[in-house]
């Protein structure tokens, strides 16, 4: 016996922009967004901190802990030697960052995703359980993504041959190689178009949002899993 979508409570934590809660709610879950700026779209979400309302029963938690200072692109800030007391300031912000993610990973909710950037997490305390792309999922970008799973299987793409070393997915755009150089407007050949709309650099905000074939590829591949029964 399984139980039915609309009494299995979904908690999406840090997320303002309703893609994951309301790809979710369109299949019928209970899904609420949590974050500390208001949802972007209308839909069912819990403006302030997740610690407020994790003891609300939830079935599943798919968390995006913020990132600025756990991600590999500013782990060299960290370097007293060299920056003094911004590295001191940095690190203490690290270390705030990492209890969060643990936080967030040790919660009693059976069923965990948690996404994040490879970095400090995955180099130094926990490694990830698998490491995905969204042109894996039919994208054209590339976005080295870290999932960190609790009883919930990786996402499944289907492979194919090699590309830059390693795996990509069969049927499925391969990623574009064009990148702005920011000081210059001279175009390079990079993977990295997912910083990019309408030739200008996104904003922190604009590039932490889920792509939406992720979302789809989440609920299609562990509805079944938290539908089981106890």
Same mark, same amino acid.
């Given at each position: 016996m399984k139980k039915t979508n609309s009494n299995i409570k979904?908690?999406?934590?840090?997320e303002y922009s309703g893609i994951v809660r309301d790809t979710f709610t369109k299949a019928g879950f209970d899904a609420t967004s949590c974050d500390l700026l208001p949802t972007e779209k209308k839909g069912k979400h819990y403006q302030g901190s997740i610690f407020d309302i994790?003891?609300?029963?939830?079935?599943?938690?798919?968390?995006?802990?913020?990132?600025?200072?756990?991600s590999s692109a500013g782990l060299h800030l960290c370097n007293i030697e060299n920056y003094g007391q911004k590295a001191i300031d940095r690190i203490k912000n690290r270390n705030k960052a990492i209890e969060f993610f643990l936080d967030l990973y040790n919660l009693p909710i059976k069923h965990i995703c948690i996404e994040n950037p490879l970095g400090h997490i995955s180099a130094n305390i926990l490694k990830p359980t698998q490491i995905i792309h969204p042109y894996y999922?039919?994208?054209?970008?590339?976005? &080295?993504?870290?999932?960190w799973l609790k009883n919930l299987p990786p996402l499944e793409y289907k492979m194919s041959n090699d590309?830059?070393? @390693? =795996?990509?997915?069969t049927d499925k755009p391969k990623p574009y190689q064009?990148?702005?150089?920011?000081?210059?407007? &001279?175009l390079r050949n990079r993977y990295w178009t997912d910083c990019f709309v309408n030739n200008k650099l996104?904003?922190?905000?604009?590039? @932490? =949002?889920?792509?939406?074939?992720i979302a789809d590829a989440m609920l299609k591949q562990w509805e079944n899993v938290i539908k089981k029964a106890e």
């Open positions: 979904v908690l999406i934590a840090c994790v003891n609300n029963n939830w079935d599943l938690l798919i968390a995006h802990p913020p990132c600025t200072y756990l999922f039919g994208e054209r970008e590339m976005k &080295r993504t870290a999932l590309l830059f070393g @390693s =795996k990509t997915a064009i990148q702005i150089q920011k000081s210059t407007g &001279r996104k904003t922190g905000k604009e590039k @932490s =949002k889920t792509f939406q074939s």
